[in-house]
């Protein structure tokens, strides 16, 4: 069974910076596609961002492009979402996710949110204007 488990959410001002990480207790991480969701009151689960099993493939949903940064460290089976210049809309709870994938899938990323397997609790990013 995998787990993930997001840290490094927080309330923070527009404008300000947070870090997500994303730590999965598994022994193959870099088998798996990962993805960042988020969800705020009210609305469905949407994308935020996405990153193939070996890093070399990133996706953008187009409201956070050129802000947040998708990353992995295979060795120590973190993925992070770097978010700068933050905004009130930005504020949600936000979700990591695992999607276990062939090595041969090396260059895909995946963006559905009913393609991933596996779902962490989520951590509040509150955003004050």
């Known amino acids: 069974q995998v787990q993930l488990v997001e840290s490094g959410g927080g309330l923070v001002p527009a404008g300000d910076s947070l870090r997500l990480s994303c730590a999965a207790s598994v022994r193959t991480f870099s088998s798996y596609a990962m993805g960042w969701f988020r969800q705020a009151p009210g609305k469905e689960r949407e994308v935020v961002a996405a990153?193939?099993?070996?890093?070399?493939?990133?996706y953008y949903a187009d409201s956070i492009k050129g802000r947040f940064t998708i990353s992995r460290d295979n060795a120590k089976n973190t993925v992070y979402l770097q978010m700068n210049s933050l905004k009130p809309e930005d504020t949600a709870i936000y979700y990591c996710?695992?999607?276990?994938?062939?090595?041969?899938?090396?260059?895909?990323?995946?963006?559905?949110?009913?393609?991933?397997?596996?779902w962490g609790q989520g951590t509040q990013v509150t955003v004050s204007s």
């Open positions: 990153i193939s099993w070996s890093g070399g493939a990133t």
């Open positions: 996710a695992g999607l276990r994938v062939p090595r041969s899938s090396g260059g895909n990323y995946y963006y559905t949110l009913d393609e991933y397997q596996y």
